[in-house]
């Protein structure tokens, strides 16, 4: 958690990412910084994104992040 | 077949209602692809063909991975972990090249008809000035109308079936239906399959409200492209058609002008078909939402041409972004350059394929590798100066949401984009560049001696105001339609009456006014 934390306040600083439920759809984050997420998600967690991956689903909370890191852990 | 023609408008659009809704509910599916097929002919001829070609490819194409998918699926469960991963990726090997040549043969086509002639140019330029002895031979090709909206739309379908995304649509007719919907055909948008194949091809009964909602979309439509856009070009084709005539505030006004013709044609002829697909209780995907209130480049263009910038992010940007290559690109940057570099560097290498791709989508010429350079160079400063821009706010205090900052960001993006419609309506990249330069020039040209007298002036400026209005009204959330409808039926039927008025009284056609092709039907 702290460090998928740490990467969202890297890439775009200045939103409450705890408490945040819709990055998203509320247009806190756009696709450019969804790409540079995943990018670092990618590095950072060592696992593979796949383009049908990028939905805003994925990414609209750090839960949902976090929930598929695992998911891409585990395939 | 022009959608604001009276042949379309009466005849066509007439006569398919009328056969749509006399069909079993059904068959009513062939009364479309009927009518996208003669729409298609009449417009294109034998260049139909090509469209049945890319048709037949896809169609096959996808069935073709579907039965690899469903031969590796039947065996799956038997297969022990290691075989199960070796068969698997032989199998989405033997996809990919399936997906491959699909590409390959409709972007290829596209390519070949669109590019040939620029490509062919360029190398003979090239080859003379270097005294190579390559001479490309001059070819006569004809581009069928709307290629590159439905070859996108076709490869789309076949990528997603790739990637497993849609099914393979094994109903030829729903498919055929898909790709060449008259609605969708001459200027898009440029539809996904999951959106439009299943609601085409569904049948629909008549609705009353829909119809209406449909009738009014066609006059705004109507309205914006007919009375403004059509009235626009008049200006607009005095000062570009002789730009080292006019400097300082004609060529300002001409540049905002033709802003505001070429985003009164492209919404206007959107607005008309997504009307015409709504008498048929098809919901067509929106094109535009209000972009002229973007605060930033990229937001602009989630709003402007809205299919084609998603077709992109869909089929371009993830895949490059997300590309091992790409990947160990950031890795690279970050090891070897900086941390920040290493996070925007693999975003900033898909964009330019992007940009670039955006760029030569809109046509074969060096100004429009430049169009879509220009965007993407601001997208990379936005990109570049994040961590900057976050510092600025955070040491200057201004507050993002505050009105007049928002104003100002708008203004910002406005002018931004007015920069870059210049350059997509000069003739060339020099013409351009000094037309840019003219505009800080003290003025030369007269702005009632530009094609259009004090009548078209205020009717444009009139018609303008009343899309801005419109625009906000919309931002605010407030639906003119479902207001309109909620109006009792004097009230209603008056604004029909006026709106088509309108339209008949100030349209610019007739004397005076030359017809003048939708902007986008040529791409």
């Known amino acids: 958690m702290n460090e998928l934390l740490s990467i969202l306040n890297k890439v775009k600083p200045g939103i ?25 998600i990618c590095d950072e967690f060592d696992v593979e994104i796949l383009p049908t991956d990028v939905v805003p689903e994925n990414f609209e909370s750090v839960e949902a992040m976090q929930k598929l890191i695992m998911r891409l852990q585990e395939d | 077949m022009s959608y604001t023609s009276y042949f379309y408008l009466l005849f066509f659009l007439g006569a398919l209602v009328i056969l749509y809704y006399l069909m079993p509910l059904k068959r009513r599916w062939l009364v479309l692809l009927g009518g996208s097929y003669f729409f298609y002919w009449l417009a294109s001829g034998k260049l139909i063909v090509f469209l049945l070609i890319t048709t037949v490819s896809v169609y096959l194409g996808a069935l073709a991975m579907e039965r690899e998918q469903k031969a590796f699926d039947s ?99 729903r498919l055929a239906l898909f790709l060449s919907l008259f609605t ?38 109507l309205f914006q492209k007919m009375v403004l856009a059509d009235r626009a070009a008049l200006l607009v084709s005095t000062v570009f058609g002789s730009p080292s005539d006019y400097s300082g505030g004609v060529v300002i006004l001409a540049m905002l002008v033709y802003t505001l013709q070429i985003y009164a044609d492209f919404a206007g002829c959107m607005d008309i078909v997504r009307g015409s697909g709504a008498l048929f209780g098809i919901e067509i995907t929106r094109n535009f939402h209000q972009p002229f209130f973007s605060r930033s480049i990229g937001e602009f263009w989630r709003r402007w041409h809205m299919t084609l ?46 940009w670039l791709a955006n760029g030569i989508w809109h046509g074969a010429a060096w100004k429009y590798v430049a169009y879509g ?21 955070k040491k200057t205090g201004i507050q993002k949401d505050s009105r007049p900052w928002q104003f100002f960001l708008i203004l910002r993006t406005f002018i931004l984009v007015n920069i870059g419609m210049l350059l997509f309506r000069a003739d060339s990249l020099p013409v351009f560049a000094g037309m840019f330069v003219s505009m800080f020039r003290k003025t030369t040209g007269h702005w009632l001696e530009l094609g259009m007298d004090v009548h078209d002036l205020a009717v444009l400026a009139a018609g303008a105001l009343l899309m801005l209005v419109v625009g906000i009204l919309r931002e605010e959330g407030i639906c003119i339609r479902e207001r309109i409808a909620s109006l009792p039926i004097i009230w209603r039927w ?27 039907a040529n791409f």
């Open chain 2, 184 to 221: 969708n055909i001459t200027e898009g948008p440029i539809s996904r399959y999951g959106q439009l194949a299943g609601q085409a091809f569904e049948g629909h009964r008549a609705d009353y409200r829909q119809f209406t909602f449909g009738a009014q979309l066609i006059l705004w439509g």
């Open chain 2, 494 to 520: 008056m604004i029909y009456a006026g709106a088509f008025c309108a339209i008949v009284l100030l349209g610019a056609y007739g004397s005076g006014y030359g017809v003048v092709d939708p902007l986008y």
């Open chain 2, 75 to 173: 065996v799956r469960k038997s297969l022990e972990k290691e075989e199960r991963k070796a068969r698997k990726a032989a199998m989405m090997r033997r996809k990919r090249h399936i997906v491959l040549a699909m590409v390959l043969i409709n972007v290829g086509l596209l390519a070949f008809l669109k590019y040939y002639h620029f490509f062919s140019a360029n190398v003979n330029a090239l080859g003379n000035s270097l005294n190579l002895g390559i001479q490309l031979p001059a070819l006569k090709l004809v581009m069928p109308l709307g290629i590159s909206f439905y070859t996108l739309s076709a490869v789309g379908y076949v990528i997603d079936v790739y990637r497993g995304q849609t099914a393979a649509d094994h109903h030829f007719g």
């Open chain 1, 16 to 40: 409450d990412y705890v408490n945040e439920k819709h990055l998203v759809s509320d247009e806190l984050i756009d696709s450019l910084d969804v790409m540079t997420i995943v990018t670092e």
């Open chain 2, 309 to 354: 910038g998603a077709w992109f992010k869909d089929y371009i940007f993830y895949p490059v972004t997300l590309s091992k290559t790409n990947m160990k690109l950031g890795r690279w940057a970050k090891k070897h350059l900086s941390p920040h570099l290493g996070q925007v560097m693999p975003t900033a290498f898909a964009l330019f394929f992007v």
């Open chain 2, 373 to 393: 350079m220009y965007y993407y160079v601001l997208t990379l400063f936005g990109l570049l100066f994040k961590p900057m821009i976050f510092l600025f706010y």
